[in-house]
């Protein structure tokens, strides 16, 4: 069998997602900012995919910037709040995308910002009341926390925070890479200053994505060399990207509700035969009082073969992930199951789902594990 089981790291394209993308290839060439009518059919394009993106989101198609994916918006929301907005504090937590902490290392070396941490608690979630001490301490800061963690799934009460941000007159930049296309947005509730978004994550292409900025918050050009993106983000755009995430997007949220449902179906079915079959097994984080439906990190019981439980999975033809896909390989482990303080000798795996997992395919998951750990205790 071959079984995919890595849908945070990156999903598998839409078929029509493809359909889309394909026929532009096809048929549309003209540089958009060309102003001969081949150049205006892809502009046309390009702005219905940012109306359709803003619909989704309720917020104006003018707040929608085209990025080249996740880790660019969340460097761009960053450094330009350091650079443009003044601000001197960024509060973020130890268990961010490495896009975010990395990106604020860099500064603090810099000398440019001085960086805060809020506690994190034992099940992995944000301490508010910290948070709120140090927005008391640290006004005008830039808070900069993720609303789903990639890793182990905990979600961030995101109107929660932009309230708090709101009355500390803080900006609040927040990497919703796991979030779009599987929960749903209200911008002209939320108190938000910038949303960062990769299309990969729900099954639109990979190197593409966009940078929500809202209105009041005025920035300078993130790249220069051309008045692409209103003067925002020099380059030619990724045209066939652009039209294929926001196709992506909008197949995302018409079937939102159904796919949910079938998703979280097959992480709760996971959740019950892993407790039923293998003995000892734990999850990090809070799988299923407040997590993001299509990700689940599992605690194995330890064993003499748990640094190569990811490559018998892999010969297993099943494909999962240690940790953040974006440092697959590393011998670093993972900073967020480090924040967590686990078991060392307890080797983990992160499953997470998409809309093609089926409970066939978790009956096979958790046979082989089953195989795999239950032979420890008749040795």
Same mark, same amino acid.
Do not use: W
């Given at each position: ?95 961010? *995308? ?17 960086? *805060? ?29 993720? *609303? ?138 809070? &799988? ?58 307890? &080797? ?32």
């Amino acid at each position: 069998m071959n079984i995919y089981l890595d849908n945070a790291a990156t999903t598998p394209m839409h078929p029509e997602v493809i359909s889309v993308m394909t026929t532009m290839m096809q048929e549309e060439f003209g540089n958009p900012s060309s102003t001969h009518a081949h150049g205006r059919i892809v502009r046309t394009h390009i702005e219905e995919a940012r109306k359709k993106i803003a619909s989704y989101l309720n917020c104006t198609p003018s707040e929608i910037f085209f990025t080249s994916g996740g880790t660019e918006a969340d460097n761009m929301a960053i450094r330009k709040s350091v650079s443009d907005c003044g601000v001197k504090n960024i509060i973020s937590s130890v268990i961010e *995308h490495h896009a975010v902490s990395h990106t604020i290392e860099e500064l603090v070396k810099e000398g440019l910002v001085k960086s *805060h941490y809020v506690n994190i608690l034992s099940n992995g979630h944000i301490d508010l009341k910290h948070l709120e001490e140090l927005l008391s301490q640290f006004p005008n800061a830039l808070v900069s926390l993720m *609303h789903a963690n990639n890793e182990i799934g905990n979600l961030l009460d995101i109107d929660k925070v932009g309230e708090l941000c709101h009355q500390h007159n803080a900006l609040f930049h927040c990497d919703t890479v796991q979030t779009m296309g599987h929960l749903t947005f209200d911008l002209n509730k939320t108190h938000v200053n910038f949303l960062a978004c990769g299309a990969h994550k729900f099954n639109g292409p990979k190197g593409v994505g966009f940078i929500y900025i809202k209105h009041q918050t005025k920035i300078s050009p993130y790249l220069t060399g051309g008045s692409q993106e209103r003067n925002m983000r020099g380059g030619t755009e990724n045209v066939y990207g652009i039209v294929g995430m926001a196709k992506a997007l909008s197949l995302a949220y018409d079937h939102l509700e159904a796919e949910k449902k079938q998703i979280l179906g097959v992480k709760t079915y996971m959740i019950d035969q892993l407790k039923k079959h293998v003995p000892g097994v734990l999850f990090n984080g809070d &799988p299923i009082e407040s997590s993001l439906y299509t990700v689940l990190n599992v605690s194995f019981p330890p064993a003499p073969f748990g640094e190569m439980l990811l490559f018998k999975l892999d010969i297993a033809g099943i494909s999962a992930s240690g940790g953040s896909a974006c440092s697959s390989g590393s011998s670093i482990g993972s900073h967020v199951l480090a924040a967590l303080k686990p078991d060392p000798a307890r &080797p983990n795996v992160r499953f997470s789902f998409g809309r093609q997992n089926t409970n066939e395919e978790i009956d096979y998951v958790v046979s082989k594990l089953a195989e795999m750990f239950n032979s420890l205790q008749s040795a």
